[in-house]
Nanobody, 123 residues
């Protein structure tokens, strides 16, 4: 069971990036998936989550209207489209998966984690 996050990079303020989270197992479609980020010297924070069928999503207030989470279960993948990026979005972004009744912002409820992908936004 592995999650592979990719798509990070360096952009200037206002730019866009699309992160991808690919899973190595076929039952990925039965898992809710979340994106979390951790900036240097700060605690990890929830960014966005999507339920197993893609019908429900939740976002951190500061990214609402700028970020969009989506998934393609046929490709065992979840995406985070990030637009209008700001320097405060700079962090290592991780994807994680969990089985639950509702999507959650609580990191400890996620069972599987991918390695992070670094997003750097310069002003």
């Amino acid at each position: 069971v592995q999650l592979q996050a990719s798509g990070g990079g360096s952009v200037t303020s206002g730019g866009s990036l699309r992160l991808s989270c690919a899973a190595s197992w076929r039952i990925f479609s039965t898992y809710d998936v979340g994106w979390f980020r951790q900036a240097p010297g700060k605690e990890r924070e929830f960014v966005a989550a999507i339920n197993e069928n893609g019908g429900t999503a939740d976002y951190l207030d500061s990214v609402k209207g700028r970020f969009t989470i989506s998934r393609d279960n046929a490709k065992n993948s979840v995406y985070l489209q990030m637009n209008s990026l700001k320097p405060e979005d700079t962090a290592i972004y991780h994807c994680a998966a969990t089985r639950g009744y509702i999507i959650t912002r609580v990191a400890s409820r996620y069972d599987f984690w991918g390695q992070g992908t670094l997003v750097t936004v310069s002003s």
